[in-house]
């Protein structure tokens, strides 16, 4: 399990670097258009709103892999022993069941309805679909990460 971890980590940590470097080059690319050749793109705003939806909810998923991810901790700083072990199983349950009903499921809902009525980006005439893909796929990493901390839990 360990090994799949890291070969996630690696993997995810690789797109996020190469959507942010798109990105910047994007976002240098308006700047230069706009400012120094007065005839912006038409396409760069919106391709780096996208990015950036891209990076934030992937960027989420691994950082809810790392436990870098925002936490009231009050809680679980004044228990110890069984009732911290129980409240942390619980936290990863509510948290598996949210990225699996929510992030999955309503994403991969999000993504089809998308897709069928055939919604594409006033810029990039690109499939709305395709934008929204990163919902359901942060809601995999999301379970992915749980559920090796869950596994991780229980074995302890």
């Not at 939806?53 to 110890?80: E, M, S």
């Not at 999301?142 to 074995?155: E, G």
Request: charged letters at 15%; aromatic letters at 8%; a positive charge.
């Amino acid at each position: 399990m360990e090994k799949a971890r890291r070969l996630v980590d690696l993997v995810l940590s690789a797109i996020l670097v190469a959507i942010m470097a798109a990105l910047v080059l994007d976002v240098l690319w308006q700047v230069f258009t706009r400012f120094l050749l007065n005839n912006p793109s038409s396409y760069t705003e919106e391709l780096a709103r996208y990015l950036m939806i891209w990076v934030g909810l992937l960027g989420a998923g691994y950082a809810a892999g790392k436990k870098l991810h925002l936490a009231v901790d009050l809680l679980p700083r004044k228990l110890t022993g069984n009732r911290a072990r129980a409240l942390g199983l619980v936290i990863q349950m509510l948290t598996l069941l949210f990225a699996l009903s929510i992030l999955v499921g309503g994403g991969s809902r999000l993504v089809w309805t998308m897709l069928y009525l055939g919604q594409t980006s006033a810029g990039l005439q690109i499939p709305l679909g395709y934008v929204y893909l990163v919902v359901p796929l942060s809601g995999l990493v999301m379970t992915f990460y749980t559920a090796c901390d869950l596994v991780q839990t229980l074995r302890r």
